[in-house]
C-alpha cells in the first residue's frame, strides 16, 4: 500500500459499489453508468505497470479480468467488451472494463471521447446490477 493512493485507499472500501473479492483483484461498479456495466478491476497490491508483475502474479490478474468481462458479457449481452488499463490519473492498476452495447453513442471509439453527463444509478437499480454480476461470476 502506497500512502495518498486512490486505489489503495478503495481497497478497502466495502460500500454500495464494491462488486467482488477475487483472487488478485477487487472489483468495484462505476458509478457512471452512462456505459451500462461500467466496473473496474482493481489489483489487490499497489503496483503500477504490468511489467512489474511477475508472471504468476499477472497471469492472475488476466484470469480475475476475464472471468469479469465473461460475468459483464452474460448480464449485458456487449456487441464487444473493452479493457482498458491506463493509469495516468491514478497509477495503480485497475481495468476498467466496459460492455459495449447496441445503440451506444459512438460504437467505433473509447468511452473516453464520448462527452455526458454522468449517469449514476437510483441506488436500489445499482444494487440490483451488481447482484446480477455476481451471480454471473458464480
Ligand atoms: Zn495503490
Known sequence: MTEECFMCTRLSDNGPLFVADLPSSR??????????????VVLKRHAVELYDL????????????????RALARVYRPVKMNYELLGNLVPHIHWHLVPRLEGDPEPQGPV???????????LDEARR??????????
Open 27 to 40: 472489483v468495484y461498479f462505476n458509478e457512471d453508468q452512462f456505459f451500462p456495466g461500467w466496473v473496474f
Open 54 to 69: 511477475d508472471p504468476g502474479e499477472r497471469a492472475a490478474l488476466i484470469e480475475d479480468v476475464t472471468r469479469v468481462a
Open 112 to 122: 473516453w471521447r464520448v462527452e455526458h453527463e454522468p449517469r449514476a444509478l437510483p
Open 129 to 138: 446490477r451488481i447482484a446480477e454480476i455476481r451471480a454471473a461470476l458464480g
